[in-house]
């Protein structure tokens, strides 16, 4: 069995302090205002796949630390975008995977792991070389199962809502799906209100450096019935999209620049004309730093909540890249400024009550410096959870140190799980629970703060935030 | 009642030894080399007036944190420069920031304030929209008595001296009449070793783009009678008013520059004459990184203690620095770089006895990389308590973790409260000289101090060191 | 004596955990794979000098100290470059650094000390003014004693192996001798698989700006019998010593470079030709990153482990470097990129499985953003122990908590001691092994590990790493 005391300080008084925390959220429903979990997974309900293609091959958390000891892309089952072969058998991927367990050793992928192994699939063993076999037979039993459904987990792990992400030239068909399937205890799968719903995410429309981006532009016009190939034109398709994302049930736009620069830039209609028209001299940070701060004045207009992730070295190993495409774990962060990059921004619509962005880190050096200060005074500014490489413990202690004194907790966003592993959604609320309750804890057991403002303090963290945040309760 | 144990580590081994420490140092006299409380609030020993002037409209800590959740300053009473209206009615204010405390759970400024009410004004309550009028009727009533006029809580505050900053076009004519007040059991009120002293502090006469700064310049000619229309002239006035600041008791300098820069440049003259001229093509942060080299070599002819305050993006919102001025909360901390922009500075003067520099950062990611190495090898150069932002349970505690090893205690300066709101000074204190004791508990707990030494370390951190390292000592 | 729970938690369940795992470790062999010990010290096994140049003379730590409060290097013995005269009575140097012991207090080096003097020297008391004699007279009698030869602590300090550092215009002769020395309960003091090896350290054949530069390339190809003024005989003569050091037992190669830039430059033949030529117009940097570049292409023919040392700003104190010479105590760290810096680097080598780097920082800003997503997932990359500055116990356990969520423990190299300080390499891996023994223990308190588990890591960080990492199992 997992301890019940897991993540908590191990000075006893303290220790006692945290249980009490936790015990008034460890119930409360999942609120998952920011994933990506495939919204065709719920649609279509099919049986999760064998455990290999469920728990590895996908997870890049895994994948990377597997190759860091020298297995390859191919030996994972991860498919080669050359077309070359790749592990097909599942029990051998697993196998492999197994053997390495003890790599995971402290990292939040086993906490996530064993949580999801035992809470979920009900095997409470150690996974090592020895048990391989053991843990796929029983994974792949259980997967069979119609308890196993995406579906039935999903009313399973208690999940309020959960927000997928889709770019503005998806169909939106599978929330479609969702919103024509018949309502469930008086709760609709999908469209406005509903429990699945889409985040607009528009990088692919508005890197011009990305492979396909012309073609993605001409795409939105046909989704619009609208000329893209102005920028005129190209800028009222986007809007239109965010209103169709809207009537999905959309509540949030969300944005994975390299930087965190948000600028108008006055020749942004030349730019797009000339890199329509393919000419690479143009520059696509200058571009992309525009239509943040374009989209920053949509969402004043149609309230939908501004989430910005900067900050990551995409495709940094080429390795991997050039093998294997996008997201399977060559991605590594890098130094973030804010304070410049975000002024222009922050001063035209930091103050506009319609307006909100939710800011994100993978640089944990700005929490105190940076992101804490323009929260604690911008109305419309609050600091994401603690992202990718920092949903960690360590990582959340470090943010809610570094945080709390100058933002306080009202600045901050609650918890968001940001995870495209269905599974593993209410592990992730499990460790990020107890984290906040061992902090807290600390900060009453030092007579910081009284016991009674910190469990108020650990719900709205861990539920209240998040709905009223990304405007999830206004659905 | 505040807990006796409040900031103590909850493992009972290690708070057995805080409270020992803390013992030690809980009832020194307080001294307070450098902050911001205005010298006529001693000089004409005025009543305080309403609790929400008090406590709340001058306190850009609270301020700030009411705006980020939507608050204007004119609600707040923050008086426009634009003569537009604002709230006149201290108990409407007072309401307003009382139903909004619960946004500053496990903040510095709650704790500072819950001191504050309880240990100065003898309410123990907890501050919400409920308790709001009672806390304003109680604290009303505390200020008309004569008691609480400043005087009296200076000496039951057990300040042993309190440094104030002024600008050198200053008259110091308050300074002037505390000298003129009689002196009090032995001790006089103003003057070389008086209870409160001047600092000089001569941004507004450095920064060529701070509006004014030419009038300003003309002034500082006309109070020391030499013309300062040549940049010879003004140095030599600069010189000058060092020497009468010196006369008022005056043992440090400040500087609030917006990076740590300090170089002389062979073109200050000319920078100088054409800034006079009105030219607004001239470098202002060349010429101020060339006034604060000259600084320091006036600091090794006079010995004021020279301090450092960089970092700051002053005014970064322009909304409220538009509508309300300067130090209204609208300040955001950037990353500083020490390393680099000291270094002719500290090779220049930096092995000379003579000199002595406080660096001070907002940047706490240089606690460790550059602040601890460079003041634990130059002689002349001590590591400023953690200031603002930092100056925290947190923010401390990462201070010690991150600067002791390299740099030892006896190269840190020890605590100076840096405040304007002169209430919350013994509250400032008591929070640094206990996290200091919990920090030192910690070392004690874990063997690597003894408890005698930390008892001495202690002591030096909240007494010895600001007398001896900001030259009180010498008054 | 020393306390047996030194730096353990003071938490009675975590400090027990703590003396279980640390149990496991404390007796095991030191495996010191990167230092700066001199090979002559054991080659000749001469009774190492008073206590004064034995300790504080070389010991840039503690000199950098005393200079911050004001000592002079000519009081504390250290040899001007320029011929002025030093103190020369080392009992004098001692009582000086005696009286001033209080400075370290929290310090790494009073812990480093206390052990040396305890456990290796059996003298147990508190070093002061007053005791400094006794101390004096205590460890000059030891000194003077057969078990105090280098070679007897070689052995009573259960070294199994100490890797020096030679440039490669060392003659090696050191390593010969020890390679010459009577083998020792079956193991030799040199050669391949000694006791004693070395490791090849070209930064002053690289850093083209290092005086005298140019002749120690001529004095290059002397050593090799190849023409080294071309840029081709530099090369070859650099791999040919490669090979004599592999031959002298070297598994390793070491680079200390002002920043971690790696990458290619075409025009690095010319460069090298107009360095030759006196041209002081050339690229320092440009050239010795190529050469980082050049020497991992090295390293991925010969497979010596490459190690990279950058950040420091050396020689930033200029009156100590013109007065005083190099490393003796006024180097700064910097900020240092690696992202960047290594891209081109990690993606041409990062996965050639013959290839393997150890990349050590002074800013510990980058552990959790650079360091550990780098290791965790270029099978190449190893993140170095905490270094310098950082190789304490708040720099080892931020270190621990920055890096081990992302990159494991299997990504990190385990711990070396980088000392030049011989006597001190026990109380350095002791302070190692109860730091991460600590460590362990809260993620085994707080259910993040098992036991036994943690018992497993602790023994690879502490033996199974470095001597794996470092390929000291392969020689």
Known sequence: MLHPDRLFPSD?????????????????????????????????????????????????YLTRMLYSQGATPDQLGVRSVKGEPSEVDGRTIWRRFAEHYHLFRGTPSKLWLDYTFGEVFGIYKTLSADTADEFYDHLSARLAEPAY????????????????????VDSLDAHAELEALPADGGRRWGGKGGKVVTTFRPDNLVEIDWPGWADRVKQLGEITGLDTSTYEGYLEALRQRRQDFIAAGA????????????????????????ALDGDELVDPGRFSAHMLYEFARMSCED??????????????????????????GGDIPTRTDYVESLHRLLNDFGHDPRFRIVVYTLDDTVFTR????????????????????LDSPEGMRRFREGVHETAGFYNTAGFVDD???????????DVARRVDAAFLARLVAEHRMTEEDAAEVAVDLAYNLPRKIYRMEQR
Do not use: K
């Not at 459904?149 to 503005?168: G, K, Q, Y």
């Open 370 to 389: 940076e992101l804490a200060p323009l929260a604690g005074v911008y109305p419309a500014m609050f600091v994401g959870a603690p992202w990718w490489f």
């Open 419 to 429: 995870t495209r592993a269905f599974c593993s959604i209410p592990a992730r609320h």
């Open 303 to 328: 309230g939908l909540v501004m989430q910005l992730h900067p900050g990551s070295a995409r495709n940094y190993d080429t390795w991997l890249h050039s093998g294997w495409g996008r997201d399977v």
């Open 149 to 168: 459904r995406p579906r039935a987990l999903f009313d399973r792990f208690n999940i309020e809502v959960l927000a997928t992400t889709e770019s503005p």
């Open 12 to 60: 006893e008084r303290t220790r006692a302090i945290a249980r009490d925390i936790h015990q008034r959220t460890a119930d409360l429903p999942l609120v998952s205002p920011h994933g990506h979990v495939d919204p065709r997974l719920i649609s279509e309900d099919e049986p999760f796949p064998d455990p290999a293609r469920l728990f590895v091959v996908p997870d890049h």
């Open 251 to 274: 509540t949030c736009s969300d944005h994975g620049h390299a930087t965190a620069e948000a600028f108008p830039a006055e020749d942004a209609a030349e730019i797009f004309q000339r």
